[in-house]
């Protein structure tokens, strides 16, 4: 599985992205993603996750409310909608795939994309 992850950019505190993240493998369809986030100076942290089949997702406390994630399985390819943005979302944003249902650990995930830098300027 090969995960490629896009859409971040500089935005301003109260403003929108949509990060992108397209999997390729025929596998990819079985498995769970997730987004994490590193922040400069910080360990790597879990933002969501989408099951295989897109019917079941968990997020983080710190970004409920603000940020949807969704699977297009047609498209292999899973959005994260970040909405109302703080200059604490400031990051570089991964996905990731694992077989583990919904993990929140980046040690159950096998496979990482390159990541994505998400600005929030104030």
């Known amino acids: 599985v090969q995960l490629q992850a896009s859409g971040g950019g500089l935005v301003q505190a109260g403003g929108s992205l949509r990060l992108s993240c397209v999997g390729s493998?025929?596998?990819?369809?079985?498995?769970?993603v997730g987004w994490f986030r590193r922040a400069p100076g910080k360990e790597r942290e879990f933002v969501s996750a989408?099951?295989?089949?897109?019917?079941?997702?968990v997020s983080e406390n710190s970004v409920k409310g603000r940020i949807t994630i969704s699977r297009d399985i047609a498209k292999n390819t899973v959005h994260l909608e970040m909405n109302s943005l703080k200059t604490e979302d400031t990051a570089v944003y991964y996905c990731a795939a694992t077989r583990n249902w919904l993990g929140q650990r980046t040690s159950v995930y096998d496979y990482w994309g390159q990541g994505t830098l998400v600005t929030v300027s104030s």
């Open positions: 493998g025929r596998t990819f369809s079985n498995y769970t």
């Open positions: 989408i099951s295989w089949n897109g019917g079941s997702t």
